[in-house]
């Protein structure tokens, strides 16, 4: 097994982009009522003209 490098070559600058913050808290997602019944996202069935089908 190959061993993985631990540290970065001499050569490398990281670019100004990069921090060392840590990364923000997730957001709770919003529970948002369906008015049409199920969320077909939720539970995977979609109704077209009538018939439910599954991708």
């Given at each position: ?50 018939i439910a089908i599954d991708f």
């Amino acid at each position: 097994m190959t061993k993985r490098a631990t540290q970065r070559p001499a050569a490398f600058t990281k670019p100004a982009h990069w921090t060392n913050d840590p990364a923000p808290q997730p957001v709770k997602a919003k529970d948002e009522s369906d008015p049409d019944g199920l969320s077909p996202t939720r539970y995977g069935d979609w109704v077209q003209k009538g018939i439910a089908i599954d991708f």
